[in-house]
């Protein structure tokens, strides 16, 4: 059995941090999100992916983000990826 210490404060406090490189960095929202997810997760915070989409009128876009964080206007919720068990 593997045990694993608790996040500590400095962990939480590199969050700002975590979230300034997956914004920087070459990849999908999808695949942010996913990093991100995992990050929540390691910090005992489990959070699901919402994946969500504009109508085919207003030129179909895809979108995904973390639930609890806000939700950009004019997309309407597909489907969630829910947080894995920690």
Do not use: N
Not at 7 to 12: I, L, R
Not at 47 to 54: E, F, H, L, W
Not at 67 to 73: I, L, N, S
């Amino acid at each position: 059995e593997v045990q694993l210490r608790p996040p500590s404060a400095a962990d939480a406090a590199a969050t700002r941090w975590v979230r300034a490189l997956t914004r920087r960095a070459p990849v999908t929202c999808l695949a942010q999100s996913f990093v991100l997810q995992r990050w929540y997760l390691a910090l005992g915070q489990p959070r699901d992916v919402v994946v969500a989409v504009t109508p085919p009128s207003k030129g179909f876009k895809a979108h995904a983000w973390l639930d609890g964080d806000p939700p950009p206007v004019g997309y309407a919720e597909l489907t969630r990826r829910l947080a894995p068990p920690g």
